[in-house]
């Protein structure tokens, strides 16, 4: 087998470390944010895997292969990846060969279970072997907290702090990052969720807070974005597609960055849509104008809700500025757009998506509307409707109906204090 594969930052490629480094760290000391100094291509037989487990275990093989022995990867990805991932074909007029990839089949109801979950077991596996403790720190706009939270919580040698923008997130979002966890404090900051976001960066560059073994879960982590490559995979195996075009909700990219990985490594996709809301960054970028990034705007689908999206840098990286354009297509879509997305998707199919599905289906239809391109569509459903039962009962006239795992966070215990949007708020909690 070959070298292991190493990491570089995006910023200063000057020096390579290991994956178990550039996890640990989660950013590069300079604060960029770590890269795989190759992308493997994916073992000839990825079609042939059993099961998404096994397929993970097989890609994650060509990444991971002499860093982590292959009983523990398999353990590893066998705890984490235990949920169904459902490719469901829409069936109406208008939608044909339109796939819904549904990620939410995971404890709290989102696409971030996969990478948190396997992140949180890989973390612990090469704790456990040098020894020592971390603690996390989680900006949240909504879905990574609870992800991380759940997927982090009861780690001996693992500590999680979250912060979330308070009154930012939907009531259930609430409910599922501040239920009790062990080992798990939660945050309600007085600010946006780039505050949130700038305070952990801010966090990481203080070299007080050094000796506190800080580490991050967001998209920033590579051990994150990993995980994520691999549903990109599952669809096209599923779906049995020669070729296909994935269109992905995104706010921060690390969704899309993993796509862009499981492409670098082989995965036949033509194209990626880049489905934005009102936080237009990165389509004005892909379509040539001036854009800086600037602070987020609030809406429907707030977990998508990111003014300055860090995987930017990664995907700039990964492709160059040409790459980018000539692999992604991207759009923005309006609260209004994304509420008449609900309400059309559901009229022609019955497919009930919450609104940051419903993001994804509108600029999956628009795409096919602009490009004629009539290859098999995977949109990546990211969040379950029930996580938005508000927004759905306003957009759609009733209550989608939760899941028992869902109903299940209203009956447990829950903890949380309020903190200013301070990197010296943040120190205290730290240093607690
Ligand atoms: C986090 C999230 C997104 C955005 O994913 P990025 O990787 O930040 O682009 C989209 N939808 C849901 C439901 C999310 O939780």
């Given at each position: 087998m070959a070298e292991p594969i190493r990491y570089r930052s995006t910023r200063d490629p000057g020096q390579a470390v290991s994956f178990e480094t550039a996890l640990l760290q989660g950013l590069a000391p300079d604060g960029g944010l770590f890269l795989p100094e190759h992308v493997p291509s994916l073992p000839d037989d990825w079609r042939a895997a059993p099961s998404f487990a096994a397929m993970g275990d097989a890609v994650l093989g060509r990444w991971l292969g002499k860093e982590l022995p292959a009983a523990a990867r398999h353990r590893i990805v066998t705890e984490a990846l235990d949920f169904p991932v459902p490719l469901v074909p829409l069936r109406g007029d208008g939608w044909e060969d339109v796939y819904v990839l549904?990620?939410?089949?995971?404890?709290?109801?989102?696409?971030?279970?996969?990478?948190?979950?396997?992140?949180?077991?890989?973390?612990?596996?090469?704790?456990?072997?040098?020894?020592?403790?971390?603690?996390?720190?989680?900006?949240?706009?909504?879905?990574?907290?609870?992800?991380?939270?759940?997927?982090?919580?009861?780690?001996?040698?693992?500590?999680?702090?979250?912060?979330?923008?308070?009154?930012?997130?939907?009531?259930?979002?609430?409910?599922?990052?501040?239920?009790?966890?062990?080992?798990?404090?939660?945050?309600?900051?007085?600010?946006?969720?780039?505050?949130?976001?700038?305070?952990?960066?801010?966090?990481?560059?203080?070299?007080?807070?050094?000796?506190?073994?800080?580490?991050?879960?967001?998209?920033?982590?590579?051990?994150?974005?990993?995980?994520?490559?691999?549903?990109?995979?599952?669809?096209?195996?599923?779906?049995?597609?020669?070729?296909?075009?994935?269109?992905?909700?995104?706010?921060?990219?690390?969704?899309?960055?993993?796509?862009?990985?499981?492409?670098?490594?082989?995965?036949?996709?033509?194209?990626?849509?880049?489905?934005?809301?009102?936080?237009?960054?990165?389509?004005?970028?892909?379509?040539?104008?001036?854009?800086?990034?600037?602070?987020?705007?609030?809406?429907?689908?707030?977990?998508?809700d990111v003014g300055a999206p860090s995987n930017y840098e990664r995907l700039r990286a990964l492709l160059g500025e040409e790459g980018l354009r000539a692999r992604i297509w991207g759009t923005s879509i309006t609260d209004e757009a994304t509420r008449a997305s609900m309400r059309r998707v559901y009229a022609a199919t019955g497919y009930v998506a919450d609104p940051h599905t419903a993001v994804g289906l509108e600029g999956a239809r628009r795409y096919r509307a602009a490009e004629g391109d009539g290859r098999p569509l995977v949109v990546l459903s990211t969040a379950h409707p029930a996580k938005f039962p508000e927004v759905v009962e306003a957009t759609l006239g009733f209550t989608p109906e939760a899941p028992a795992r869902l109903a299940a966070f209203w009956e447990r215990e829950t903890a949380v204090q309020p903190l200013a949007p301070t990197l010296a708020a943040l120190r205290e909690v730290v240093a607690a």
């Open positions: 549904e990620l939410f089949h995971g404890p709290t109801l989102s696409f971030k279970d996969f990478g948190a979950r396997t992140m949180a077991r890989l973390m612990d596996h090469f704790l456990a072997r040098r020894g020592g403790t971390l603690t996390i720190l989680v900006a949240t706009s909504g879905d990574t907290g609870s992800a991380v939270a759940d997927g982090f919580a009861g780690l001996d040698r693992i500590d999680v702090v979250l912060l979330y923008p308070e009154g930012q997130v939907s009531p259930v979002q609430e409910r599922q990052l501040i239920v009790r966890r062990p080992g798990v404090r939660a945050f309600a900051v007085q600010g946006t969720f780039d505050d949130c976001q700038r305070m952990v960066k801010e966090a990481f560059m203080d070299p007080g807070l050094r000796p506190y073994g800080l580490s991050s879960a967001n998209s920033i982590n590579i051990g994150r974005l990993l995980p994520q490559m691999l549903y990109y995979l599952w669809a096209v195996r599923a779906g049995g597609f020669e070729e296909a075009v994935c269109c992905v909700p995104s706010g921060n990219l690390g969704n899309l960055t993993g796509g862009v990985l499981a492409a670098l490594g082989g995965l036949p996709v033509r194209r990626f849509i880049a489905a934005h809301n009102a936080n237009d960054f990165f389509p004005r970028r892909l379509a040539g104008q001036a854009a800086d990034f600037g602070p987020s705007v609030q809406t429907l689908s707030n977990a998508m």
